[in-house]
């Protein structure tokens, strides 16, 4: 089956760092979402991306699309502590729009 | 409000016995989804309904079981065949977009002793 891997699976940083976090494909995605799960909390939907090499910002977070549609990369520059949390990426299979397949996550830690 | 509400919020039961876990939304959604997350995992997929009475298996649907009689609820039962039943579950749901997001519940967290 379909599986979404995702790293680094922890980081911790000092609080002004960047931070990158990788997610990767075994299958070809119609579409990848992000998401963001605060500790104790729910994951919440960031953003979406579609189109092959799409890149979307918001405010301090970058959010990359493969030209395969198999990786995505969120990236966010000069972290606060306000960005903890676990970031999820998760993707619908090509052909197969309804089951979404999240990855293992990125938990971060901002340290002040 | 709109959105989906998930109880109960935290769960304890003895092994051997079935439970229940509620999901009922409010947004209109066709599609609903149960996802089981562990310390340090990630989302997995337990079953999935995108239309009322239809359901499918989604990864690791052994020990469960689920209904879908009205477009608002999707309750979970965690049987007694689960073998590792303590877990932090989620339920969500979408529009009926081909790749929509997905709006989750508060979760349940369910310990069995």
């Known amino acids: 089956g379909q599986q979404v891997m995702q790293i680094p699976q922890y980081q911790h940083v000092q609080e002004g760092e960047d931070f990158t976090t990788y997610c990767n494909s075994s299958t070809t995605l119609s579409n990848i979402q992000w998401y963001k799960q605060r500790p104790g909390g729910h994951p919440v939907f960031l953003i979406q991306l579609v189109k092959s090499g799409e890149v979307k910002k918001q405010k301090r977070l970058t959010f990359q699309f493969g030209e395969a549609k198999k990786n995505s990369s969120l990236h966010i520059t000069a972290t606060q502590t306000t960005d903890v949390g676990t970031y999820f990426c998760a993707g619908y299979r090509s052909g197969s729009a309804r089951q979404l397949t999240f990855g293992s996550g990125t938990q971060l830690t901002v340290l002040p | 409000d709109g959105g989906i509400t998930q109880s109960p919020k935290y769960l304890f039961r003895k092994e051997g016995q079935n439970v229940t876990l509620s999901c009922e939304q409010n947004?209109?959604?066709?599609?609903m989804y149960w996802y089981r997350q562990d310390p340090g995992q990630g989302l997995r997929l337990i079953y999935y309904s995108q239309i009322v009475n239809d359901f499918q298996k989604g990864d690791i649907a052994e020990g469960y079981s689920v209904s879908r009689e009205k477009k608002e609820s999707f309750p979970l039962t965690v049987t007694s065949a689960q073998k590792n039943p303590t877990a932090f579950y989620l339920c969500?749901?979408?529009?009926?977009?081909?790749?929509?997001?997905?709006?989750f519940g508060e979760g349940s967290r369910l310990t069995v002793l």
């Open positions: 969500a749901s979408t529009t009926g977009t081909i790749t929509g997001e997905l709006f």
């Open positions: 947004l209109n959604h066709d599609a």
